[in-house]
């Protein structure tokens, strides 16, 4: 587990903020605002390729007992859960007693797993998602009263949608993309990678998949990606349209927030705005 970012405002009263926490296999994420908008903090962690669910589980446990901030009283505290293991399966098909087969079909048969539903009303979408027991029971324990959404349930709502887009969010070993045909929602997938040629596989065969041009597809970045890096010089072979992705305006930042490009933060804040 490697610390990459750990902003936190001394002496913040969280009585009246909003905390949400972002969790997966790619690492676990967390950003605070308090009643007038302003964050008071931002930490970010990374995993290696390979996390198992047990070390996720694990990992929350010690960034919790290692950061007196997150044992503070918080208004309203959200977890949002990155794990890949997740299918978006239109009302007229849902069936609740078939939810964990679905899973089964597509990412193997596990008992491992807690499975729950969110439903995005605005595309008549419901997003059937798996828990790791063993994450779910540390955060029942250590957040008793979280509130629970899937990243795929938040993210077609994070950011204005014009014709064809591919909003993509990396970490140091996993990619989550987002496809909008005009307008319409596609696809949400999420991957793992070890070199950028992986990405770039991943992100033009989301576009032949659904007949995308992709000299026509805005794609927006945001995570871990560097305009001088290798992975976005991948990328811009392909895509002419590269978009890093803003920090919301309807927060404040602080100098050590803004001190760091706005598209390592963006999707956080953009799912906070959302919660």
Same mark, same amino acid.
């Given at each position: 587990?490697?610390?990459?970012?750990?902003?936190?405002?001394?002496?913040?009263?969280?009585?009246?903020?909003?905390?949400?926490?972002?969790?997966?296999?790619?690492?676990?994420?967390?950003?605070?605002?308090?009643?007038?908008?302003?964050?008071?903090?931002?930490?970010?962690?990374?995993?290696?390729?390979?996390?198992?669910?047990?070390?996720?589980?694990?990992?929350?446990?010690?960034?919790?007992?290692?950061?007196?901030?997150?044992?503070?009283?918080?208004?309203?505290?959200?977890?949002?859960?990155?794990?890949?293991?997740?299918?978006?399966?239109?009302?007229?098909?849902?069936?609740?007693?078939?939810?964990?087969?679905?899973?089964?079909?597509?990412?193997?048969?596990?008992?491992?797993?807690?499975?729950?539903?969110?439903?995005?009303?605005?595309?008549?979408? %419901?997003?059937?998602?798996? +828990?790791? /027991?063993?994450?779910?029971?540390?955060?029942?324990? &250590? *957040?008793?009263? !979280?509130?629970?959404?899937?990243?795929?349930?938040?993210?077609?709502?994070?950011?204005?949608?014009?014709?064809?887009?591919?909003?993509?969010?990396?970490?140091?070993?996993?990619?989550?993309?987002?496809?909008?045909?005009?307008?319409?929602?596609?696809?949400?997938?999420?991957?793992?990678?070890?070199?950028?040629?992986?990405?770039?596989?991943?992100?033009?065969?989301?576009?032949?998949?659904?007949?995308?041009?992709?000299?026509?597809?805005?794609?927006?970045?945001?995570?871990?990606?560097?305009?001088?890096?290798?992975?976005?010089?991948?990328?811009?072979?392909?895509?002419?349209?590269?978009?890093?992705?803003?920090?919301?305006?309807?927060? %404040?930042?602080?100098?050590? +927030?803004? /001190?760091?490009?706005?598209?390592?933060?963006?999707? &956080? *804040?953009?799912? !906070?705005?959302?919660?």
């Amino acid at each position: 587990m490697n610390s990459s970012f750990n902003i936190l405002t001394p002496g913040a009263d969280t009585s009246q903020s909003s905390l949400l926490i972002e969790i997966g296999r790619q690492g676990i994420s967390y950003v605070a605002t308090n009643e007038i908008n302003t964050c008071i903090a931002l930490s970010a962690y990374h995993f290696n390729t390979g996390t198992s669910n047990d070390e996720v589980a694990n990992y929350l446990k010690d960034i919790f007992a290692a950061q007196p901030f997150l044992q503070k009283t918080f208004k309203k505290i959200s977890f949002v859960y990155a794990f890949a293991e997740a299918e978006l399966v239109p009302k007229q098909f849902m069936n609740n007693v078939a939810n964990n087969e679905i899973l089964d079909l597509v990412y193997g048969d596990t008992s491992d797993r807690i499975v729950r539903n969110d439903f995005m009303s605005s595309y008549n979408l %419901n997003n059937v998602y798996g +828990i790791p /027991k063993q994450v779910d029971s540390v955060i029942a324990n &250590l *957040f008793p009263q !979280a509130q629970h959404f899937h990243l795929y349930s938040l993210l077609p709502n994070v950011n204005k949608v014009t014709r064809n887009q591919l909003y993509s969010i990396f970490s140091t070993t996993h990619l989550t993309m987002q496809l909008f045909k005009d307008e319409k929602l596609q696809l949400i997938r999420s991957f793992s990678y070890k070199v950028p040629e992986d990405v770039l596989y991943h992100l033009l065969n989301a576009c032949q998949s659904f007949d995308v041009p992709v000299n026509d597809t805005t794609i927006v970045l945001n995570g871990m990606i560097d305009a001088a890096s290798g992975l976005y010089n991948e990328v811009y072979k392909y895509f002419l349209h590269p978009v890093f992705g803003k920090l919301p305006d309807q927060f %404040n930042y602080s100098e050590d +927030i803004k /001190k760091y490009p706005s598209h390592y933060f963006s999707h &956080l *804040f953009e799912l !906070a705005a959302c919660v």
